[in-house]
């Protein structure tokens, strides 16, 4: 009998397969690519899957090892899906072992079985009371028993999160006997007849053109570009897109760029769909994520909503996939296997025949370029829906005024009249703790990182020091470190600072604070959400997080204390991004009937930029960035890569660079290609880095092709390179921060 050599996927950053042999017993009939198998891997053992079956091995036959055990009697993920992530670990030049496991939900790569299981119910039983007494000390108890008794057929494990059931609360409630659990074999619920739970909005024309446009071609690939200024209505469009989705029998695919947006999206979906909707993001936790990837996979559930990695939950009938605020840089992976969940969404759009839909106010000048080049189709909202105005812009300029805390004060008038109207305000600020620097009076010390070329941040409340780059913590001084003397000042405001003097400023208002801090405890962001939702006048002071979907009907004025930043940094994307939160910022100020106002506190309030983008508009900015970009030769007019080094000693990861760049050199040569350059190496914007010394090296190539083709070859040269072991070192294909 010939050998039956296993060429397997290992979660490794090895961009190599594995032979094994087969496990004992195994037919050949079985091992189909796909499938996984548990392996010995040194002392250890993991989990591959299968790519391919062969007869030879390079590797002498006696020493390859068997594998152990075969998982699956049919591959848990679907062909086509399979297909990306080998297109996703070719095109970001990464292992395939890895990319798959990014793909996959955790449990499976640790081996559970990928079929769909019976399901547990929780059901009250019959003589249960919320008086009972055992539960007189127990409100949590007597609250989930009262939420559970209005589902008297029960509910599903799965689901008990997603309708904010305490599982522990349960476990108790089970304990006392007050409740049960009830396994059911999980019966694919039949397909409702009507979809709709409520009924549609009558649309306005342009919205009608654009759902008329992508409806125009389902089952094939087109990619539609939905430009639609904040508050258009392009939910709306998504929503009716998919209703006839549904109809047609087809699962869609929405991805969100924030699990905070999560709940909302949710919502809003379940009001409108009798569907069965999977919720995918970072904070559901692994079983329930594996049972809705399998609900997905198995059509069993219709609408699936996620973040960045859902973009690999498998369908078994896909129709459509949505990206909402495709521009948002979140969608872009930073660590690991660097993918950009946008990018790939096309891909995956074009490997399953299905229309994609990118949504934004403020699109990026990637997708604005494919639009303008007609690769996509630019569909345009340019009204609010509902009836409500676009907001006003101020520019303020506070050249030589002085700043209260960073606030101004024209700008603290503007805030007080509008809070006196009854009406909300929120404070934008990109900037958390209290504030960016602490500094001596005396000597000049300055609060610096001693692992990063950064600054600590002051974060008052607990009386540290905080770098926000490599997460040192140090308590806050007293005393200078340096000279010992007391005078040391706080530089700078952040949110935090900013919330405690507006809430001196303005004693009879309330000031929420809302940002990464704020916002870490469980349900901070719901009770936040519930005191806004309440419409009394108040001051909401955030970062970016405000920025993102949200809906606040009672804020008319938006402050946003400081656009300096984006209009001088090094980064080409800066004055994109800075543009982008502005706008999006702005989006949230007089959604509903009064109109609303947005104040920029700047320096540079007659920077070019500022006003074009002030004064005509977003896509007046873009289509002037744009121009800038294609005479600058930058992306979209180019294609880049970029090779990170960092490594303890300084000079180890220029070193590795340097003969990286040699390498690069040599095979441009040899491939005979041309259109690249290499830039650097050069130190990174921070050069030192929670204690290692970074370095990067720029390619930069006219088009993909022989980009792609040098990359492949010149890894396989890294990895050879005994420089490089003493390094750190990751490619970043289309890397979006330089
Ligand atoms: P976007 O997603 O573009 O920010 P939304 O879809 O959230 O906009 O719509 C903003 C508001 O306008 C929502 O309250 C929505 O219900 C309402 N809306 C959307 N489309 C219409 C319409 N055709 N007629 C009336 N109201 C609409
Ligand atoms: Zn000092
Ligand atoms: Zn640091």
Redesign the pocket.
């Given at each position: 009998m010939p050998n039956l050599i296993l060429r397997l996927a290992l979660p490794s950053p090895l961009r190599r397969l594995f032979d094994y042999l087969a496990p004992a017993g195994v037919s050949r009939s079985a091992l189909q690519p796909g499938v996984r198998l548990r392996v010995p891997f040194g002392r250890r053992e993991m989990i591959g899957v299968l790519v391919e079956v062969d007869s030879q091995s390079e590797v002498p036959t006696d020493k390859l090892k068997p594998a152990l055990e075969l998982l699956d009697t049919r591959p848990p993920l679907p062909a086509s899906l399979f297909k990306l992530c080998l297109w996703t670990a070719q095109y970001y030049q990464h292992s395939l072992g890895d990319t798959l496991s990014w793909a996959l939900p955790v449990l499976l790569r640790q081996g559970e079985p990928a079929e769909t299981r019976q399901e547990r119910y929780w059901l009250v039983n019959k003589e249960a009371s919320v008086d009972d007494p055992r539960l007189a000390r127990a409100p949590r108890q007597r609250d989930a028993l009262k939420a559970l008794a209005q589902h008297p057929h029960g509910v599903a494990h799965s689901l008990l999160s997603q309708l904010q059931l305490n599982r522990d609360s349960l476990q108790l409630l089970h304990e006392k006997g007050l409740v049960r659990v009830e396994v059911r074999r999980t019966q694919p619920h039949a397909k409702p007849a009507h979809w709709l739970a409520q009924p549609e909005?009558?649309?306005?024309a342009e919205?009608r053109a654009a759902v008329n446009a992508v409806a125009s071609g389902w089952d094939q690939f087109n990619a539609f570009l939905l430009a639609?200024v904040?508050?258009?209505?392009?939910?709306?469009v998504y929503l009716q897109l998919i209703h006839q989705c549904l109809q047609a029998g087809k699962q869609a695919l929405v991805l969100i760029p924030e699990i905070n947006l999560g709940p909302q999206t949710f919502d809003r979906f379940s009001r409108r769909f009798n569907a069965r909707i999977a919720l995918l993001h970072s904070a559901v936790n692994d079983r329930e994520r594996l049972d809705a990837w399998l609900a997905a996979r198995d059509g069993e559930a219709d609408i699936i909503i996620g973040t960045r990695s859902a973009l690999f939950t498998p369908m078994k009938n896909p129709g459509l996939i949505i990206v909402d605020e495709e521009h948002d840089a979140s969608y872009k992976q930073q660590e690991g296997l660097r993918y950009h969940a946008r990018d790939l969404a096309l891909v995956r759009a074009r490997q399953e025949d299905v229309p994609i839909v990118l949504g934004s106010a403020t699109p990026s000048l990637e997708s604005l370029h494919n639009a303008y080049s007609g690769r996509y189709a630019l569909l345009k909202l340019t009204q609010r829906?509902?009836g409500a105005s676009q907001p006003r812009f101020l520019r303020l300029d506070v050249k030589s005024r002085p700043l209260d805390s960073g606030i101004s004060g024209p700008m603290q008038q503007a805030i007080a009249q509008t809070l006196k109207a009854g009406q909300q305000v929120l404070v934008f600020l990109n900037r958390r703790g209290f504030a960016p620097t602490l500094l001596c009076h005396d000597c000049g010390w300055l609060s610096e990182c001693p692992r990063c070329d950064a600054r600590m941040t002051v974060h008052q409340r607990y009386q540290e020091l905080r770098c926000h780059h490599c997460g040192h913590v140090e308590k806050q001084p007293s005393n200078c470190p340096k000279c010992q003397h007391v005078d040391l000042r706080p530089v700078g405001a952040g949110t935090e600072r900013a919330e405690e003097r507006l809430a001196v400023l303005f004693p009879d208002y309330p000031v929420l604070r809302i940002d990464r801090d704020s916002t870490s405890r469980k349900g901070a962001m719901d009770r936040l959400f519930a005191t806004i939702n309440k419409g009394e006048p108040c001051i909401l002071v955030g970062t970016q997080m405000l920025a993102k979907g949200h809906?606040f009907p009672r804020v008319t004025l938006v402050s946003i204390l400081d656009a300096d930043g984006g209009l001088f940094s090094a980064d080409f994307r800066a004055s994109e991004r800075m543009a982008q939160l502005i706008v999006q910022v702005a989006g949230r100020a007089g959604r509903a009937e009064e109109p609303g106002k947005v104040i920029i506190q700047s320096h540079l309030a007659d920077h070019p930029l500022l006003v074009q983008l002030t004064e005509q508009g977003y896509f007046a900015f873009a289509e002037q960035a744009l121009s800038e970009r294609r005479g600058a030769g930058l992306p979209p007019f180019c294609h880049l890569a970029l090779l990170r080094a960092e490594a303890h000693k300084p000079g180890q990861a220029e070193s590795f660079l340097d003969e990286a760049c040699s390498e690069a050199e040599h095979l441009l040569g040899e491939l005979g290609l041309t259109g690249i350059e290499l830039l650097g190496p050069v130190p990174a914007p921070m050069e030192r880095r929670a204690g290692r010394f970074r370095a990067q090296l720029l390619l930069q190539g006219n088009a993909r092709a022989p980009l792609h083709r040098l990359l492949n070859h010149w890894l396989h040269a890294l990895e050879q390179m005994p420089s490089g072991r003493a390094v750190r070192w990751s490619l970043d294909v289309d890397p979006i921060d330089l």
């Open positions: 909005l009558p649309l306005n919205q639609g904040t508050g258009s209505g392009k939910t709306e829906a509902g809906h």
